[in-house]
């Protein structure tokens, strides 16, 4: 799989967008797959949970959503080598305070770089979502722009 994911990679370079969504069932694997190509690739993986929450906790809650989007960046910035960005734990994203499209950021980053991420919903009939229907956090996105590379158990 690792294999087949490098070729990906590889390949996305001449796309527009060059974004790679990994997805799969909860211990599908894919954070061990990330952090496989990340060893392969010598690339540090960004953690969009622990590294962007941690600069945010410092900022006043009312600001946060003002901040969020261009600490991401610079954080993206920090963990590109070459062209190559990897990113996981992109759950903070969706937190409706910080008024972010997650997906929409992923696709942004990508314009400039080739960017493989975790995505933590699933994929389901040509559909990305995030959390359960009625919670608030609730997102179902189109494929468009993206690379899905789904991992089977």
Known sequence: MLT????LVDEIGALHSKLVLLSGTPQAGKTALLLALAKNRGVSPLNIGSTL???LAVIPQRQR????????REFADQHTKGDLLLIDNIELLFDHSLQLDP???LKQLAHTRRVVAV???????????????????????????LVPFEIQQ
């Open 4 to 7: 087949r994911l490098e070729q």
């Open 53 to 55: 929450g941690s600069r």
């Open 65 to 72: 959503h003002l901040q969020a989007n261009p600490i991401l």
């Open 103 to 105: 997906l929409g950021l």
């Open 119 to 145: 995505w933590p919903g699933e994929l389901c009939n040509g559909r990305l979502t995030y959390a359960e229907m009625g919670h608030p956090e609730r997102q179902d996105y189109g494929l468009e722009g």
